[in-house]
C-alpha cells in the first residue's frame, strides 16, 4: 500500500492489554473499523499483553480484518511480524533499538517513529524512510504504564511547527480537547481509550469525522 497523508486522520491504537478480553478486543476494532478509523495500529504492548503464537494468531485475524474494511495496518515494534503478515506499515517509539536499523529492515512497509522532546525530534532530524512522527504524550494518560510527561498544547505545537514529516498527535485526547489539539496542524490524532472505552464507538467517531 501507498502512504498517504490522509490516512492518519483517524488513527487507533489497540492491544488485548486494553481491553477486558480477546473477544472485546475484535468487538471493539470491528466497531471502529465499520465507522470511520483511517488507519489501525496493532499495539501488543506492557502488563498483560500477548506475545509469541498467540500474538501471532491475532495479529493474523486483525490483518484480515482490516483488509476486509480497506483499513491500513501497522505493527507497533515488531518488524518480523508486520513482514510475516503483510501489515502496511511499523512503528517505533524511541526505545524500541536502533531507528535508522529499524528503518532500514522495515522496507517497503511505511514507518512512523514516536517524538516526545524537542532532543527526541532532534535526534531524528534529517533520516531517510521515515513516513510519519507521532508526537506526545499531550496530556496525561493511563494506557502506557512507562508514558513520558506530558508535553501539552504547546509542546505539541511547537515540535509540529518545525516537522518534516505529517505529524499525529498522541496521548490523553479526548472529545473534549480534540478540537484544539487538531488546532496546532496536526494531520490526525491517534488514541486508544477515547475509542476503546467509548460507550457509543460509531457517535464517537461521527463527532471525530465531522472535526477533520
Ligand atoms: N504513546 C504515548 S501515549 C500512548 C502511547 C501509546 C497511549 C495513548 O493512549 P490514550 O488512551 O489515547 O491516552
Ligand atoms: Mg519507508
Do not use: C
Amino acid at each position: 500500500m501507498i502512504f498517504k497523508q490522509d490516512m492518519l486522520a483517524r488513527y487507533f491504537i489497540l492491544g488485548t492489554q486494553n481491553v477486558a478480553s480477546e473477544a472485546v478486543f475484535f468487538e471493539v476494532l470491528t466497531q471502529a473499523l465499520a465507522n470511520g478509523i483511517t488507519l489501525f495500529q496493532y499495539r501488543e504492548k506492557g502488563p498483560g499483553s500477548l506475545t509469541g503464537s498467540d500474538k501471532r494468531r491475532v495479529a493474523q485475524r486483525v490483518r484480515e480484518l482490516t483488509t476486509q474494511y480497506q483499513v491500513p495496518l501497522v505493527i507497533d515494534d515488531d518488524i518480523d511480524l508486520a513482514h510475516a503478515i503483510k501489515a502496511d506499515g511499523v512503528h517505533f517509539g524511541q526505545g524500541d533499538g536502533d531507528i535508522e536499523k529499524n528503518i532500514q529492515a522495515s522496507q517497503p512497509l511505511f514507518v512512523g517513529v514516536s517524538v516526545s522532546t524537542q532532543s527526541e525530534y532532534d535526534r531524528i532530524t534529517g533520516l531517510n524512510g521515515i513516513d510519519n512522527i507521532g508526537i506526545g504524550p499531550v496530556f496525561a494518560t493511563t494506557s502506557k504504564a512507562d508514558a513520558k510527561p506530558a508535553i501539552g498544547i504547546a509542546g505539541l505545537k511547537e515540535i509540529v511547527s518545525q516537522s518534516q514529516w505529517p505529524a499525529i498527535a498522541i496521548g490523553g485526547i479526548s472529545q473534549a480537547n480534540l478540537p484544539d489539539v487538531l488546532k496546532t496542524g496536526v494531520v490526525g490524532a491517534s488514541v486508544i481509550s477515547m475509542i476503546s472505552e467509548s460507550e457509543n464507538i460509531s457517535q464517537t467517531l461521527a463527532y471525530w469525522k465531522q472535526l477533520t
